[in-house]
């Protein structure tokens, strides 16, 4: 057996997820893949599983030391809060931290992956946009392509970050939410 770095594991899982979210594009003809992908998710589950507990244990480990306690002038993350509770309340499980952290992963890969497919599926229609952005890119990179892309790149990236919006305008990833009203509103006299 293999033994994976956490950064290699979590390269997997998010190759996955992604290719998951490009089938429902793909339709019929991705079924063959889907079937070959469906025989591995059971491994990429436990493996997302295994990475998500670690990072959990990490967390509560620096949390017993002190050290998140040390950083009270920032802010805290989700995952350090949940542990809080947790520890000082008890009313939350380890099991259900993991659900809470699973669920954001999943949430997270999943509007992002959409949002990916379906910038490159516009730009895939629109030769002239697809210009614009290599040669933006070509203004921001030139002809070093191997070198890490920084965050004074990304600040330079205004059409691609225009096109990235238009996206995610056209094709919402979470384009509504459910809601129950608990009685009914009364609002300029219609309820």
Not at 63 to 91: C, F, N, P, V, W
Request: glycine share 6%; hydrophobic share 35%.
């Amino acid at each position: 057996m293999i033994i994976l770095s956490s950064s290699d594991r979590f390269e997997e899982l998010t190759r996955y997820l992604c290719q998951e979210r490009s089938m429902s594009i793909i339709g019929q003809t991705g079924y063959l893949i889907c079937q070959k992908m469906e025989k591995n998710s059971g491994d990429t589950n436990r493996l997302s599983m295994t990475f998500q507990k670690n990072i959990i244990h990490e967390r509560k480990e620096r949390y017993l030391s002190g050290h998140i306690e040390q950083d009270r002038g920032k802010r805290k993350a989700l995952l350090d809060r949940l542990l809080e509770m947790h520890m000082e309340t008890e009313e939350l499980s380890e099991e259900d931290i993991w659900e809470e952290v699973n669920t954001f992963v999943l949430a997270g890969h999943e509007t992002v992956s959409s949002a990916i497919v379906w910038a490159l599926y516009l730009i895939g229609l629109h030769c002239d946009v697809q210009e614009k952005i290599h040669d933006e890119l070509d203004k921001v990179f030139g002809e070093d392509t191997k070198r890490p892309v920084t965050e004074k790149d990304l600040n330079e990236l205004q059409y691609l970050d225009c096109v990235l919006k238009e996206t995610m305008r056209v094709y919402p990833t979470a384009h509504s939410f459910g809601r129950q009203m608990p009685e009914d509103t009364n609002i300029c006299g219609h309820i």
